[in-house]
């Protein structure tokens, strides 16, 4: 069974940019969460999905957003880049509620 | 706000020493699941407790749940270099809302 996959592996931008990130959960899976990991820290929850729904948001500024579409992957937009954003993006999935989430290898974001 | 804590923040151990770190929730959490990341890779699933009290072994390790489910801790015993990583626990409370610890990172020393 494959995994949560995310694309591109590693985004280089420029500030003000936007950047786009996407993920495909685990076949069966309908929730998505989105999570920012800056390098050596820990995960600062973005956005969870679920059903295509916004469920829950973490503590971000409107600039981070996203969807879910019908065959549940999932899109992170980050609008008007800024130099604090570069980090390890993951996503994560589950089979919705407060199930196991499967993590994805992550995008890693520079930000020139 | 909600929050978990999670300490310590960094463990060096001597290879065959033992690794312990602790969750305490500022809130009642319905269950808590305990995660392991390797250095440069992504955190994979180890454990979900979920009732007050609980404790359940993998191996070398040792999980627990507190009888007021506010608290958790993993424990390893006699630590190999395949343990090294950052090991985070994550709690979910009642309004459906997954808290996450900042996790603790396991160095063994040389």
């Known amino acids: 069974e494959a995994g949560v996959t995310q694309s591109p592996t590693h985004l280089i931008k420029t500030r003000g940019q936007q950047a786009t990130l996407r993920c495909s959960p685990i076949s069966g899976h309908t929730s998505v969460y989105w999570y920012q990991q800056a390098l050596g820290l820990g995960l600062q929850f973005l956005l969870w999905y679920d059903e295509g729904e916004e469920r829950n948001r973490g503590n971000f500024p409107p600039r981070f957003s996203g969807r879910q579409f019908p065959n549940y992957s999932s899109e992170l937009n980050v609008n008007a880049l800024e130099l604090e954003d570069p980090a390890l993006y993951l996503c994560a999935s589950s089979e919705g509620g407060a199930n196991t989430q499967y993590f994805g290898p992550g995008t890693r974001l520079t930000v020139l | 706000g909600q929050q978990v804590m999670q300490i310590p923040q960094y463990q060096h151990v001597q290879e065959g020493e033992d690794f312990t770190t602790y969750c305490n929730s500022s809130?009642?959490?319905?269950?808590i699941q305990w995660y392991k990341q390797r250095p440069g890779g992504h955190p994979v699933f180890l454990i979900q407790l979920v009732k007050s009290g609980e404790v359940k072994k993998q191996k070398r390790l040792t999980f627990q749940f507190g009888e007021a489910k506010k608290n958790s801790s993993l424990h390893i015993t006699a630590t190999q270099t395949t343990d090294v990583g950052t090991y985070f626990c994550?709690?979910?409370?009642?309004?459906?809302?997954?808290?996450w610890g900042a996790g603790t990172k396991l160095i063994i020393k040389p």
């Open positions: 994550a709690g979910w409370a009642s309004n459906y809302q997954l808290i």
């Open positions: 809130t009642t959490l319905s269950n």
